[in-house]
């Protein structure tokens, strides 16, 4: 009896240690929370007020004002152009990151050859934007002689390929290998049982890593300034012409000592965030209906 006693006590203390380390680690984990959060709030909200008494519509869709002292004008043409240079870049960008990142994990494997492409996209992270910026107005600009929205999509594109490599190529790791020998056992071939099984159970989570692509590429600066020139009113083709965009207009405005120019930024700005926002409510909404539909 005395030893069920003690064991029981023993029990007791050990579940006790265990509860306070919980909620210890509770305590940490809100803490740590709310550490990141007052610092994005205080960013988010002066940037609110700064910026959303310039927002009207003739600012949203009128031209670039031709002098930094001007009392008026507009983002139009940088709204246009950050929609045509992000998507772009996207549109080469995810597609070849995804592939990526299937090759790595399903195929290569651990082969010397996956090891060094890994290393590659793991060495173009860390590569500067600028220097990206610079790459390709060595090649393609300097060439071709001319600046245009595809030279910055190409430089943006460049920035989001690892990350999109990379995140897509964990993401897989983390589904269980039990489906993958499930599908073929009964029948499927390796290709079918990817796109399948694989690629939607990993889905979410390779929407997670290509919105942080999109949210870098979205909000580069250096890369832009050497790339797609300028342009005062809206520019649609892509492969003609000078461009400008939300952060080239942010970055110029904000240079000046002038007021109107300032107030511009800070439009600008807001502008960037809200159409950020807005991109990761489209691609939320999308991953969950997928989701629901292989569900």
């Not at 927002?55 to 670039?64: A, E, K, R």
């Not at 983002?75 to 299937?102: K, Q, S």
């Not at 995140?167 to 796109?195: F, H, N, Y």
């Not at 107030?263 to 990761?280: K, M, Y």
């Amino acid at each position: 009896m005395t030893a069920i006693a003690a064991s029981r006590l023993t029990g007791g203390a050990g579940r006790s240690f265990r509860k306070s380390k919980s909620a210890l680690a509770t305590i940490f984990i809100y803490a740590a929370f709310l550490v990141a959060l007052v610092p994005l709030s205080l960013i988010i909200g002066y940037v609110i007020y700064r910026g959303a008494s310039v927002i009207n519509w003739d600012f949203l869709t009128g031209d670039i004002a031709y002098s930094p002292r001007a009392p008026s004008g507009g983002i139009g043409p940088a709204i246009v152009g950050t929609l045509l240079i992000t998507g772009a870049a996207t549109a080469m960008a995810v597609p070849l990151g995804i592939l990526g990142g299937i090759w790595l994990q399903e195929y290569g494997a651990r082969s010397r050859l996956a090891s060094f492409v890994g290393f590659l996209a793991d060495v173009m992270t860390g590569v500067p934007s600028i220097v990206m910026g610079l790459f390709i107005y060595t090649f393609i600009v300097l060439e071709t002689k001319q600046t245009n929205a595809f030279a910055g999509a190409l430089a943006l594109g460049c920035l989001m390929l690892p990350v999109v490599i990379r995140t897509t190529e964990e993401m897989l790791r983390l589904v269980p290998s039990d489906q993958r020998e499930a599908s073929m056992a009964l029948g499927s071939r390796k290709a079918r049982t990817i796109v399948r099984v694989v690629l939607p159970a990993a889905l979410p989570g390779i929407v997670s890593g290509a919105l942080l692509a999109v949210a870098r590429a979205a909000g580069e600066t250096a890369p832009l300034l050497f790339t797609i020139g300028f342009t005062f009113t809206t520019n649609t083709n892509p492969f003609s012409g000078g461009n400008t965009a939300l952060p080239v207009q942010i970055f110029g405005n904000a240079n000046t000592p002038f007021a109107a120019a300032q107030d511009r930024a800070w439009g600008a700005a807001l502008t960037l965030i809200v159409l950020v926002f807005l991109f990761t409510i489209v691609a939320r909404v999308f991953s969950m209906l997928a989701a629901r539909k292989q569900g």
